[in-house]
Structures are given as C-alpha cells and as structure tokens.
C-alpha cells in the first residue's frame, strides 16, 4: 500500500462509465472551504494513475480507493491508491459486497428450487453471506409461502417474504439493508428486483420489464452495475438478472458450499479426507437430505 498523503480522500467506486470510474467521497471529510463547493455526497469522476495498472490493481465498483487532485468545480479526480478487498463477487464484478440478496419469486416466474440454489452457491462461492427474499409473495396463500420459508430454514438460511404489489415486508427489507455496509440484489429476472429498488428509492424510477404472461419468465434488460445509497453509510447494487449462474468452484470445496452439509462435515469427518460423498464407505453425508441429488447432479457437471 502507498503512502496516503493528508490531500488525498477515501471514497468507494460505485459505477463504472467507460474509461472513468466514478467514486462517492463522504463530504464530512471536508475542510470547511470545500464543503461550500459541494453538498453533502460528492461523486467525482476519476481516471486513475496509471502505476496502478503497471502493479496490476484492477479497480472494480465496489473498491475503496483513494482520490487526489480534486477539481470540485468539474467534479473531476484521480485515484492514486485501492485498498485490499474483503471480497469479491465475480459476475456481476463488485467488490467488498456484506450481502448477497437473493430475489425469488414465489409465482411469476414460478420458484424454482435448483435455481436458487445456484444462486446461493454462488454466493458461498465468494464466501459472502446470502439471504433469500422471496418476492411477489401476494401471488400465494400463506401455507405455500411457509412451505417455501421452512425449506429454506432446512437449508441453513433465513428469508425474508416480501410484495410490492401489497407494501408487505418492506420495512424489514430496508431495516436489514440499512444495517448492511453494502448489499447486492441477485436473482432471475423478472423476479422483482428493479421494482424492489424503485420502491426503496424512490427517486431512482430504473425502468422495470414486463414479465412475459406465455413465458412467465422475465425479458432479460442489461444495465451496468451502479451502487445506490441506502441510508447512512449503507449502499445497494442492483445486477442484471442471470438465470443460471455458473458454478466454478473444486469439486473437494463443493459439499462445503451447502450449509447442511457443512454442518455434518465440522462434527464428524469421512473415512476417506478427499471424500467427494458420492458412495465411499464411511461418508458422514446423508444422502436422504433434500439437495443431495442437487449435490451429485452439479458434482458430476464441475468434475466434466
Ligand atoms: P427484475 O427483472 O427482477 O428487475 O423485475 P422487475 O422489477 O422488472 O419486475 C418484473 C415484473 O414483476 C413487473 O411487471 C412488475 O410489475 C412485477 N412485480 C414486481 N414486484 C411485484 C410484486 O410484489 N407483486 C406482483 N404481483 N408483481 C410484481
Ligand atoms: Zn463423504
């Protein structure tokens, strides 16, 4: 890490727009004189010194980075310096994510149980806490919602039921973003998320797409990444919705990636140490638990 002079300021990447990067500087940094040249967020837009590509720092929305040579009039500056990330979610690139908010709806489209685990393995794949949120949950009746909630529960993880269409679970939603550092939404399209956002940031209006009534699948709308703030100090990325996401991990890392089976495998331990738990004597892992077959369909797909 370069040293930090005392002109430099910290400020956090939040969107990519050609060759810029577009940085967010909290302005309570400031010294008095400044804070008159700008109001209370600054989002400058910076080119970045060019040893930064020599040592290989790649720079990514997300990343901490250190600006100087701030012009407040044009809003312009350049970064000199990206500090370590603690993550790193692949696709869509963001670094530093706390929260991987995965959006399923319930009906249109129909939840679908493999798909949302491919999400939620990639998120353990970056080693970044999921959370489900199941979405458009005025389309079902209460006794398949909980169906839905107690499988995922089965699973190892929490979720959260939400509607626009019925303002239900909002305001648990936001609580839960407003105490998270910074949050991406993920999940199929269609499912809601553009709509979930415009709702919690109201000045956003992001185009939404319309979910096709003979498919009920979303149409598939690109956006580039952009992060949105959400309360103090707490930020928001939307993705574009990926309906399959790839799973890249070691076929000896996969089982670790399914919290029941994570739990089994820290109390006890396989005959074999690189047990893949298909059928080696002694395997501690059951193969009556729901996502086993999951399990062994995707183990033979990453070891092909
Ligand atoms: P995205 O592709 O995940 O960003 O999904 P969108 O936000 O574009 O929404 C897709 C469609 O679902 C739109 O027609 C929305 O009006 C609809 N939708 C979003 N939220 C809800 C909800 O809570 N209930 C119902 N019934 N429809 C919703
Ligand atoms: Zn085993």
Same mark, same amino acid.
């Given at each position: ?33 400044? /804070?008159? %040249? ?5 989002? !400058? ?45 692949? +696709?869509?690139?963001? &670094? ?19 798909? $949302? ?17 199941? $979405? %458009? ?22 979720? !959260? ?14 609580? #839960?973003? #407003? %105490? ?13 998320? $553009? ?12 185009? $939404? ?45 996969? &089982?670790? !990636? ?30 009556? /638990?729901? +996502? ?13």
């Amino acid at each position: 890490m370069n040293k930090i002079k005392s002109n430099n300021f910290k400020g956090i990447v939040v969107a990519l727009k050609a060759n810029f990067l577009i940085v967010e500087i909290d302005s309570q940094v400031f010294t008095q004189d400044d /804070l008159k %040249k700008c109001s209370e967020k600054l989002r !400058l837009l910076c080119t970045r010194r060019s040893k930064l590509d020599y040592q290989g720092l790649f720079i990514d929305v997300g990343d901490v980075v250190f600006v100087e040579s701030i012009d407040y009039t044009n809003k312009r500056a350049v970064i000199v310096d990206v500090e370590p990330r603690k993550s790193f979610l692949k +696709r869509p690139a963001i &670094a530093n994510v706390t929260l991987v908010a995965i959006c399923i709806s319930v009906e249109e489209p129909l939840l679908d149980i493999d798909q $949302t685990s491919r999400f939620l393995i990639t998120a353990e794949c970056a080693n970044i806490k999921p959370l489900i949120v199941l $979405t %458009k949950i005025d389309l079902i009746n209460k006794c398949d919602l909980n169906f839905y909630i107690n499988k995922f529960k089965l699973w190892g993880y929490d979720s !959260l039921a939400v509607s626009i269409k019925n303002v239900q679970g909002i305001n648990l939603l936001i609580e #839960r973003f #407003r %105490k998270t550092k910074l949050t991406v939404l993920a999940g199929p399209s269609g499912v809601g998320k $553009t709509s979930l956002i415009n709702h919690l940031i109201p000045t956003l209006s992001l185009p $939404t797409s319309n979910v096709s009534k003979k498919l009920k699948r979303g149409t598939h709308t690109t956006r580039h990444v952009e992060l949105f703030a959400i309360g103090h100090g707490s930020l928001l990325a939307d993705t574009p919705g990926f309906n399959r996401p790839e799973i890249v991990c070691e076929p000896s890392g996969f &089982a670790s !990636l399914f919290p029941e089976f994570r739990s089994k495998l820290t109390n006890s331990q396989c005959k074999f140490r690189n047990c893949l738990h298909r059928d080696e004597p002694g395997c501690v892992i059951n193969k009556d /638990l729901e +996502r086993y077959s999951f399990y062994r369909e995707n183990l033979e797909e990453i070891i092909n």
